[in-house]
């Protein structure tokens, strides 16, 4: 059990989907902390129907840091802060420069509380608050933030099935957002398996996010799709864990999406590096 427990702490969405770390609580005073990055590059986008249409090549490259630590066993403070992001889209007349926006974007904090732990399962709470920090006045469209407090509510249930070295995850949450943006209903299933025990988890995962639509329709999104409201889509794809020692090691993942509405239409690529005690 200790050993799926460990690792199901290190399961981390780089993405906006906010599907954070799994059921599982850290150890008391215990932590884990990531480096990571996320690139994509688009050049066509979804509309409010799901239909595609073409857009100027859109490059989006986030880099962040994620840290859980263990207030007690049933206690962990979560924190994501994406410190840099550089967006860049080529220019819609030819002859014309392209354009393009740097800086730091929107954060989360908050807590996970576990609230049962029987059988190998564990059922637990996880409360996030959004932070804006980053830009959504920029006439070019290239946002970093979407200036608002929202606030995510989730319940996340997981279950070891050791001996064998599998584990199962989900969750269901809810986003309720300010500043005109519709609330939204997320999920999260998973399942991991370790190829090579302690070593090499691989992970297949799907998590989406659909929304209640009941924001206010002079809120218009900015370039490609980043930040619109009334965003919705099922992303799925692997991911691979390797543990270079105890402490460390490193993670990536692809991630494709279907059913997509008001958002980029492109392959998503993380890669991370973890430390953990």
Known sequence: MKKITLVITLLLILTNSLAFAGAWTQKKYSGYFQLGTQ??????AY???????????????????????GLSNN???????????????EAQIPGSDDISKTGISDAHLGLKIKLAEFNQNVVSITGLLGVPLG???DSTGLWTGSEEWNQILMINFGRSFYPLD???SSLLGYNNRVNGFSDEVRFSIEGGYFVIPNKLLVILKV?????????????????AGLYANNQSFIAYGPEVHYSL???????????SGAMVKNAPSALA???GVFLKN
Request: hydrophobic share 40%.
């Open 135 to 137: 830009e959504r006045n």
């Open 47 to 69: 509309d409010e129907n799901g239909d595609k249409y073409a857009i100027p090549n859109f490059n989006d490259l986030t880099v962040n840091l994620y840290g859980e630590f």
């Open 269 to 271: 690529f993380s890669f």
């Open 245 to 255: 020692s105890k402490n460390i090691g490193i993670i990536g993942r692809v991630e």
């Open 39 to 44: 690139f994509l590059s688009a050049k066509k």
């Open 75 to 89: 206690v962990t403070a979560i924190a994501n802060l994406p410190f840099y992001r550089s967006l860049k889209q």
């Open 207 to 223: 998590n989406g996010v659909s929304s209640l639509k009941n924001g206010s329709l002079a809120n218009v999104g900015g370039a």
């Open 166 to 168: 599998i584990y199962f």
